[in-house]
T-cell receptor, first 112, second 116 residues
């Protein structure tokens, strides 16, 4: 089944403790992206990647890092999480250009 | 800045009725539009898309209409079912220019509730 898989689904952590949210897609998509979803603010792009070793900032990149060493994986790294990063995170992938994004089921992160 | 917005934040319909969800966009350079459905606890799910060289596109029970003159997008759902209850987002993409490649701008969403 074609899908985008994120792990974990739920994560509670403390301020400053580094964490990684993994994302993997099995559709051989070149384009991958991370979004966060917050009430009243909608979906906002954090980082995106157009291909292996090619990444760029989205609208809200501060406090996040990404890497794209393999085509299928696009982990999101929070080196020093803060409470304002408490949010619902979505990874997505697509063929690129004018093609639809396919989303994972989300990771709900709480930073205390 | 450029944005995608929705006229109605909530919509309640009876099972079997047709639903229309509206979206206004402000970037006249946008050339690709998508509708997504998001159910509780899940990620946004692709419903249908349309390119700016079209004004109508039909899928299974859904139709998207694009009016570029007034920068308006709508999603019509025929014979709405309880399983259609969800949040619906429109999104736009301006593909011209490398930095906007695949970068969708999302609206806030409309909550559709279908009563049996």
């Amino acid at each position: 089944e074609a899908q985008v898989t994120q792990n974990p689904r739920y994560l509670i952590t403390v301020t400053g403790k580094k964490l990684t949210v993994t994302c993997s897609q099995n559709m051989n998509h070149e384009y991958m992206s991370w979004y966060r979803q917050d009430p009243g603010l909608g979906l906002r792009q954090i980082y995106y990647s157009m291909n292996v070793e090619v990444t760029d900032k989205g609208d809200v990149p501060e406090g996040y890092k990404v890497s794209r060493k393999e085509k299928r994986n696009f982990p999101l790294i929070l080196e020093s999480p803060s409470p304002n990063q408490t949010s619902l995170y979505f990874c997505a992938s697509s063929l690129g250009g004018n093609s639809p994004l396919h989303f994972g089921n989300g990771t709900r992160l709480t930073v205390t | 800045g450029e944005s995608v917005g929705l006229h109605l934040p909530t919509l309640s319909v009876q099972e079997g009725d047709n639903s229309i969800i509206n979206c206004a966009y402000s970037n006249s350079a946008s050339d690709y539009f998508i509708w997504y459905k998001q159910e509780s606890g899940k990620g946004p799910q692709f419903i249908i898309d349309i390119r700016s060289n079209m004004d109508k596109r039909q899928g299974q029970r859904v139709t998207v209409l694009l009016n570029k003159t007034v920068k308006h997008l709508s999603l019509q759902i025929a014979a709405t079912q309880p399983g259609d209850s969800a949040v619906y987002f429109c999104a736009e993409n301006k593909s011209a220019g490398g930095t906007s490649y695949g970068k969708l701008t999302f609206g806030q969403g409309t909550i559709l509730t279908v009563h049996p």
